[in-house]
């Protein structure tokens, strides 16, 4: 070689070239390869640390939200180019440090600690302490993707395999159409790096998904019948059917490139995702067996199934846009929507709370996981935020000869109420909709908003009087377990099942007696009126009825014939689609009053200890 090249015997340095650059990657020997990826991460990654300083200020007061968007969209999507262009066994140095330095940086922006640096409890915003344990269960969920429970934080180091085996036949088609002799090599073979970490991380995706299957297997068989009849299974994340991994061992080792099989990045890492969430809920029901004292029972294994139904996580995708109102939300109140979805303590109570520890008043988890304080407020304000969002999705695909009428529930007093349940008598007689729309027939919509964490609930079991009943405890396990079925029977009522002399209703087998009883809406339905029960969650889930609902109205918006008036935002980043617009918008509206709840109880606990009230 010329002596003008390093690595040349002759070049003055006389020092041999580990790697070469190509496309920004590290190319040669795997240790050299794996170094070099490692600092080059540590320099891409180096702003992290200064991001995380920032502050609110006069006219900036969503700096929280700006940092955990700017987490999520930019610094996590960093690695991901070396992740798809080098081996496993290469980035795993680098898939580590970059999950670490972004689970630091999340840490810091929910005031949380570094886990690295703790030992058994950590300071946490006035002074307060956080069981380590908990800590590490809320960033592993924040690491799980935002529609199914987490933040949607790094995960490298699992994810990497997924990335790599996309990547890579993807690339080998193409690199075979130039270099014909690639298309020869042994897909299966060892001796070269790329196919050996090809093959290694192949290899680890079909062992995952068939663990994936069976587990999913053993949740499927776990099912409940409901009073109403409805036969529901244990929850877990959807993974196409259709998904199969090939032995690849089994093919000609001489196979053309173009006949492999091809897989999206998404579709793999779907395989890795359900296997970090189905370790999490395993995790989860760990932590609350360990946490038999809680005032509510198995909560974070019912706050991980909580938020991972459809619209929980809606409220993250909404980026900060002037022109859309709500999008914009004050640190204090975006730092308690994640500490909540995660099952942290909530920051903004922790000095008042402090306080009144010191003053000598029993403060539990309860208290600061804000449950308590969410509980014992009146859930009219976070009933109303989210009615006024849905009933704006169905204004806005409606037109003015068929609109929809929000339920008018008089002055707030006895008579007022009575008087205005007169009106609506036509529509429901003892019971005023929420929402109408005129008919023949009428279209009535009832908006619930519960809270899946009860300290106390319905175990199902009914009775010999009444026969079988819902349940209220099964969050756990069922997605709206805690809520739904009960719900269904309040506003529908009860249909009698099975013969007056069978014992109660058997969940577990479906056989048993339920007693018939009357419904909110028993008269609407008598009088042949549509009847749409629309439940969610103060976790901002929205309940399958909701979704259906939204599709629907979003597919009539967007027909030739269609109508919508919905105000989308100005900015690059906000959907210009009905479906996502208001999505988003009801699972924010739901989240939000929450916390406005919780910064309201704080500053009324702070007025109580200023007052000696306490």
């Known amino acids: 070689a010329p002596a003008d090249i390093p690595g040349s015997p002759a070049h003055p340095s006389r020092q041999a070239i580990h790697t070469i650059k190509v496309a920004g990657t590290y190319v040669g020997q795997p240790e050299a390869s794996s170094a070099g990826t490692l600092a080059l991460m540590r320099a891409r990654l180096a702003p992290l640390k200064h991001l995380v300083t920032a502050r609110d200020g006069d006219k900036v007061t969503n700096v929280a939200q700006l940092q955990l968007n700017l987490i999520r969209l930019c610094a996590c999507a960093i690695p991901n180019h070396w992740m798809r262009c080098c081996p496993p066994d290469e980035t795993r140095a680098a898939a580590e440090y970059a999950d670490d330095e972004i689970e630091s940086a999340v840490s810091t922006v929910l005031h949380c600690i570094d886990p690295a640096t703790a030992t058994t409890a950590a300071p946490y915003g006035g002074g307060g302490q956080m069981p380590l344990d908990r800590i590490l269960l809320a960033l592993q969920c924040a690491r799980l993707d935002s529609r199914t429970g987490g933040l949607g934080t790094s995960d490298y180091l699992r994810r990497r395999f997924a990335t790599y085996v996309s990547s890579y036949l993807d690339a080998r088609p193409i690199i075979s159409h130039v270099c014909p002799a690639v298309s020869t090599l042994p897909i299966t073979s060892l001796d070269f790096p790329s196919t050996a970490g090809f093959i290694t991380g192949y290899r680890h995706l079909r062992t995952t998904l068939a ?71 395993e995790d989860c029901h760990r932590f609350d067996a360990d946490n038999a004292g809680a005032a509510v029972p198995r909560r974070e294994a019912t706050r991980l199934i909580s938020c991972s139904q459809a619209g929980a996580g809606a409220f993250l995708m909404r980026l900060p846009d002037a022109t859309v109102r709500g999008s914009t ?179 577990r087998t479906g056989q048993g007696r339920v007693d018939a009883s009357p419904g909110h809406y028993d008269d ?23 979704i259906r609902l939204l599709r629907e109205l979003a597919k009539t918006a967007q027909g030739t014939s269609g109508h919508d008036s919905t105000v989308y935002g100005l900015s690059r980043a906000s959907p210009k689609s009905f479906f996502p617009h208001h999505l988003a918008a009801i699972s924010s509206a739901i989240v939000c009053a929450d916390a406005r709840s919780i910064r309201n109880h704080a500053a009324s606990l702070a007025t109580q200890l200023s007052h000696g009230m306490i």
């Open 211 to 281: 663990s994936v299957r069976q587990r999913f297997a053993r949740l499927d068989a776990d099912s409940r019948t409901w009073i109403d009849g409805t036969v529901v299974t244990a929850y877990h994340p959807r993974l196409s059917s259709a998904l199969e991994l090939p032995d690849l061992a089994a093919r000609s080792d001489g196979a053309q490139s173009h006949t492999l099989p091809r897989y999206p990045q998404r579709t793999l890492c779907a395989v890795i995702n359900a296997s970090a969430w189905l370790d999490a809920l």
């Open 329 to 507: 939300i004050p640190s204090a109140d975006f730092r308690t929507l994640c500490q909540r979805r995660l099952g942290l303590y909530t920051s903004c109570l922790t000095v008042a709370l402090d306080a009144c520890e010191q003053r000598g008043l029993p403060i539990a988890q309860h208290d600061r996981l804000g449950d308590k304080a969410i509980n014992g407020h009146n859930a009219t304000q976070r009933h109303n935020e989210g009615l006024a969002a849905i009933y704006t999705a169905i204004r806005c695909a409606s037109t003015t000869a068929n609109a929809v009428r929000m339920g008018d529930k008089g002055d707030g007093t006895p008579s007022g109420k009575a008087e205005a349940g007169r009106r609506h008598a036509h529509l429901n007689d003892g019971h005023i909709p929420d929402m109408y729309r005129v008919g023949p027939p009428h279209i009535l919509y009832e908006w619930k908003c519960y809270t899946p964490f009860k300290t106390s609930g319905a175990q199902g079991n009914g009775s010999l009087r009444h026969g079988g009943a819902a349940s209220t405890t099964d969050g756990h396990s069922f997605a709206f377990g805690n809520t739904l079925e009960a719900l269904r029977a309040l506003v529908f009522g009860k249909k009698a099942m099975g013969q007056p002399n069978d014992p109660p209703l058997d969940r």
């Open 524 to 546: 609407a339905l008598a009088k042949g009126n549509i009847v749409h029960l629309l439940a969610t969650e103060s976790t901002g889930a929205l309940s399958p009825d909701v």
